[in-house]
């Protein structure tokens, strides 16, 4: 007796191919690749933001060290720092501190700080909402970011 060599089925043939396991498995992890860059996206774009808000600050503290009691002057110069892109711009007063504290403001009259001159200080803070490309980094990044600086005055 001759054996006869069995010849596989086409689903058999179907299930040991490996042609197109290569797409099957891109179409797999693509959607994944792209969740992940875009999220690195979102989270490059905040930090750029953060950055610049930052400067922005510095540049309106910096305008405040010149013209201490100009609360206009230094929100115009922080804003002209972004290119007028600015959700909200404050200011603080002047305020008085110890030298070598961190405690509560004191009066900037005379010699408050047990005969020694207190430190005057201006705060600039500027916030801004953030803007993402993919929605999901909502869920990571807060909702707007700030930067803030504080200048010795006098």
Same mark, same amino acid.
């Given at each position: 007796?001759?054996?006869?060599?069995?010849?596989?089925?086409?689903?058999?043939?179907?299930?040991?191919?490996?042609?197109?396991?290569?797409?099957?498995?891109?179409?797999?992890?693509?959607?994944?690749?792209?969740?992940?860059? #875009?999220?690195? %996206?979102?989270?490059?774009? @905040? /930090?750029?933001? *953060?950055? +610049?808000?930052?400067?922005? $600050?510095? =540049?309106?503290?910096?305008?405040?060290?010149?013209?201490?009691?100009?609360?206009? #002057?230094?929100? %115009?110069?922080?804003?002209? @720092? /972004?290119?007028? *892109?600015? +959700?909200?711009?404050?200011? $603080?007063? =002047?305020?008085?501190?110890?030298?070598?504290?961190?405690?509560?403001?004191?009066?900037?009259?005379?010699?408050?700080?047990?005969? @020694?001159?207190?430190?005057?200080?201006?705060?600039?803070?500027?916030?801004?909402?953030?803007?993402?490309?993919?929605?999901?980094?909502?869920?990571?990044?807060?909702?707007?970011?700030?930067?803030?600086?504080? @200048?010795?005055?006098?």
């Amino acid at each position: 007796m001759i054996a006869c060599a069995r010849r596989p089925s086409r689903l058999g043939q179907f299930l040991r191919s490996v042609r197109g396991s290569s797409a099957v498995e891109f179409a797999i992890i693509a959607p994944v690749l792209i969740v992940v860059l #875009g999220g690195l %996206a979102d989270l490059a774009i @905040a /930090l750029h933001r *953060t950055i +610049g808000l930052e400067n922005a $600050a510095r =540049a309106g503290a910096q305008h405040a060290m010149s013209f201490p009691d100009d609360a206009p #002057g230094i929100a %115009a110069a922080t804003v002209a @720092a /972004l290119g007028g *892109t600015v +959700g909200a711009v404050s200011v $603080a007063a =002047a305020h008085c501190v110890c030298p070598g504290t961190s405690g509560p403001s004191v009066s900037c009259d005379g010699t408050p700080c047990s005969g @020694a001159a207190a430190g005057r200080y201006v705060s600039v803070s500027v916030t801004a909402s953030a803007e993402t490309i993919f929605g999901l980094a909502a869920i990571v990044l807060p909702s707007s970011f700030t930067g803030s600086a504080v @200048a010795r005055v006098r």
